[in-house]
């Protein structure tokens, strides 16, 4: 990290939803954030949002990003590119639970995002503070829940204070298993 007094860039990643989101955020203060939507393209729109991303600020201190719950591969992308390119840097990655980092104005609420195969991820909160899940459930099995709403880059990087999640969110078992397993 950036030493004391010092300006602290942050590069906030996530793609644990359908939306590739990439942001730049200098002490607080949002100077990029663009997102694209598609469930299968987190790869491309990643590199290329963040090329695009590198070149309002200086070099980033830290990379923060989003580690789910969400679809694996998404996941995979995510969380590969935070680690690789932070590693070129030698600088530190900072993991934020994803359903965590959407902003909701309500002092009560569950948030979801689609987790596929007719299943929602969710979690509920009080006073923004994560109080039950994260769960992958049926949405008849969650009441008044907010869906379509997705991970702020200023609210991930705000979190990277007093959260680091070291391993991915994985709620589900992998669809792909070794022969040996299958039944």
Not at 76 to 105: E, M
Not at 108 to 131: N, Q
Request: glycine share 8%; charged share 20%.
């Amino acid at each position: 990290m950036a030493g004391a007094g010092a300006m602290t860039i942050s590069l906030a990643i996530d793609t644990a939803t359908s939306r590739t989101t990439v942001g730049i955020i200098e002490d607080g203060v949002l100077l990029f954030e663009k997102f694209h939507e598609g469930a299968t393209d987190h790869g491309r729109a990643l590199s290329e949002l963040v090329a695009e991303a590198l070149k309002v600020s200086g070099p980033p201190d830290v990379v923060v990003v989003g580690t789910g719950p969400g679809p694996f591969t998404g996941l995979r992308v995510g969380i590969s590119f935070a680690h690789t390119f932070a590693l070129a840097r030698q600088i530190p990655v900072v993991g934020i639970c994803s359903l965590d980092a959407i902003s909701i104005n309500q002092p009560e609420y569950t948030v979801a995002i689609d987790a596929r195969r007719k299943e929602i991820y969710w979690a509920r909160y009080k006073d923004g503070v994560r109080i039950d899940g994260p769960h992958v459930s049926k949405p008849a099995e969650v009441s008044d829940y907010i869906i379509d709403q997705y991970p702020g880059a200023l609210k991930l990087v705000a979190l990277s204070e007093s959260q680091n999640i070291s391993e991915p969110m994985y709620l589900r078992r992998p669809d792909a298993v070794p022969t040996a397993e299958r039944t």
